[in-house]
């Protein structure tokens, strides 16, 4: 199964519209630019054919309005043992248009049965400080092994190597 993360819209408001995470399907008509998860239309744009918004399907998880979620990489059977074994690490890059910051992290969102199944929950933190960012999470990757994550930030020019401790 295929699965992607997405950067929704901006300017329709701090809470509009969330990023998110959907397994993609094979001819699934996801609304843009017409309309956003689902069948919302977006006023800015008048839809070219309404039949098509009707048919717009919703993803399968919201991340969170502006987090632009850009990096993601499965973690199976291994990772980092405990909670981390079966579920999505997905770097969120970081909001630009919003008063109250959102996203620069490294997020887990847990699996279940090949589903999203729980909230997500701060894997990496840290690159907020005093208010500004200080680093913006882009790719996430494991390394050949599977045993180390690791995390590009393209704001400090860093990859961040994460192992679990020994």
């Known amino acids: 199964q295929l699965w992607a993360v997405v950067n929704e819209r901006d300017e329709l408001g701090a809470e509009l519209v969330p990023d998110y995470l959907t397994s993609v399907r094979d ?11 689902g069948q919302n239309v977006d006023p800015r744009v008048r839809p070219a054919n ?11 998880y919201a991340l969170g ?3 632009a979620a850009l990096g993601l990489s499965f973690a199976t059977n291994g990772g980092f043992g405990g909670a981390f074994t079966q579920g999505a690490f997905i770097g969120e890059h970081g909001s630009w248009n919003r ?3 959102s996203g620069y992290k490294v997020v887990w969102v847990p699996f279940a049965n090949g589903r ?5 929950v701060d894997f990496l933190t840290g690159f907020i400080a005093d208010g500004k960012a200080r680093g913006r999470p882009v790719g996430v990757t494991f390394d050949p092994q599977r045993r ?19």
């Open 65 to 67: 309005s502006h987090v």
């Open 148 to 166: 180390i994550l690791l995390v590009a930030d393209d704001l400090s020019n860093t990859v961040w190597r994460i192992a679990p401790a020994r």
């Open 50 to 60: 309404e039949g098509q918004v009707r048919s717009a399907i919703a993803p399968d």
């Open 116 to 120: 999203p199944a729980g909230q997500p």
């Open 27 to 37: 001819g699934a008509f996801y609304g843009w630019p017409y309309s956003y998860w």
């Open 99 to 101: 008063q109250d910051l």
